[in-house]
């Protein structure tokens, strides 16, 4: 079984940058897609990024598009989220999830991730 931890988090100021990090254990996920989500307080859980399972496609949700960056290190079993010119509204939990499933759909499509991570907070202050 696969466990998904994340790491990275924390506070920063606005227009500064964090590396998020999603290490695997207990087997390989480079047969996987990889996503990041994040949740604000009072919000609903969004996608933000996602990167298929050999890093040459990539998605963004728009409001990060431009800032934010997935990588995925199959080599190191890890994939990353390097974040940008951070705003205030960038303030969440951010889990890292893959989708083990098989299926057709798209990297975007949120509701196919099934593995998920415990979530690091990233707090961005003005």
């Known amino acids: 079984q696969v466990q998904l931890v994340e790491s990275g988090g924390g506070p920063v100021e606005a227009g500064g940058s964090l590396r998020l990090s999603c290490a695997a254990s207990?087997?390989?996920?480079?047969?996987?897609?990889v996503a990041w989500f994040r949740q604000a307080p009072g919000k609903e859980r969004e996608i933000v990024a996602a990167i298929n399972w050999s890093g040459g496609i990539t998605y963004y949700a728009d409001s990060v598009q431009g800032r934010f960056t997935i990588s995925k290190d199959n080599a190191e079993n890890t994939v990353y989220l390097q974040m940008n010119s951070l705003k205030p509204e960038d303030t969440a939990v951010y889990y890292c999830?893959?989708?083990?499933?098989?299926?057709?759909?798209?990297?975007?499509?949120?509701?196919?991730?099934?593995?998920w991570g415990q979530g690091t907070q990233v707090t961005v202050s003005s």
């Open positions: 207990g087997r390989s996920f480079r047969r996987y897609a």
């Open positions: 999830a893959a989708r083990v499933r098989r299926t057709i759909a798209t990297i975007a499509a949120g509701s196919t991730y099934d593995l």
